[in-house]
């Protein structure tokens, strides 16, 4: 298998299941990031660091999809789904904030909100790091617009956009203008990405 040596995580509750923002310790990003400035903690420029697919620790090797069956990523990837996780280290010369974008391929059928979770060095970051959204494109079936008997146009039929796409972390609620960002340690830092709604593939994640 390319994928590294797998590693068994505990059960962890997913969000839109039992948690609530009411019972949740976490501040909002907002608050947090707020915190991280007057600190004196700054966002770290130019740095870039890739965790090929090929590097991430998995939960179950059933999770580990070959170069064969990655829809076209020319690689092995991941197949997240809930309660599952990767989980992946990240080294930087200096503390402070940074960005993270990941590679996937949306699984899931129909409407549902493809989600995950987002934990650095064993804990979550803010509230908003519990619901890590996988956006899905659709397109018209057509762009001939039917009337119906009154001569109002019809929506067409929607199709998912099949195909892998990156993103940067966001709030899920836009409330935040631009990604959000992670405080990372000086030297080694842990990364877990938990599955929660809906399935995706994973492919390299970036710092």
């Keep these: 298998m390319a994928l590294s040596s797998l590693v068994i995580f505990e059960k962890l509750p997913v969000h839109g299941d039992e948690l609530t923002e009411g019972n949740i310790i976490e501040e909002r990003y907002s608050t947090v990031y707020s915190k991280w400035i007057e600190n004196g903690v700054k966002p770290i420029m130019g740095f870039s660091s890739v965790i090929s697919s090929e590097g991430l620790t998995v939960t179950k090797s059933a999770a580990a999809i070959t170069k064969e069956n990655s829809k076209g990523y020319e690689k092995s990837?991941?197949?997240?789904?809930?309660?599952e996780a990767v989980?992946?280290?990240?080294?930087?010369e200096e503390e402070g904030l940074y960005e993270v974008a990941v590679d996937y391929y949306p699984l899931s059928e129909g409407l549902i909100e493809i989600q995950g979770q987002l934990m650095v060095n064993g804990a979550y970051p803010y509230y908003e790091a519990r619901r890590i959204v996988f956006p899905v494109l659709w397109e018209s079936a057509t762009k001939n617009f039917e009337e119906d008997r009154k001569g109002n146009q019809v929506a067409p039929l929607q199709l998912k956009v099949e195909g892998w796409?990156?993103?940067?972390?966001?709030?899920?609620?836009?409330?935040?203008?631009?990604?959000?960002?992670?405080?990372?340690?000086?030297?080694?830092?842990?990364?877990r990405l938990i599955g929660g709604r809906g399935e995706v593939l994973i492919g390299d994640i970036a710092i």
């Design 165 to 191: 796409r990156a993103m940067k972390l966001e709030d899920p609620s836009n409330r935040e203008p631009e990604p959000l960002k992670i405080f990372l340690n000086k030297g080694i830092n842990t990364l």
């Design 77 to 83: 990837v991941v197949h997240l789904k809930k309660e």
């Design 87 to 92: 989980e992946f280290t990240v080294t930087v």
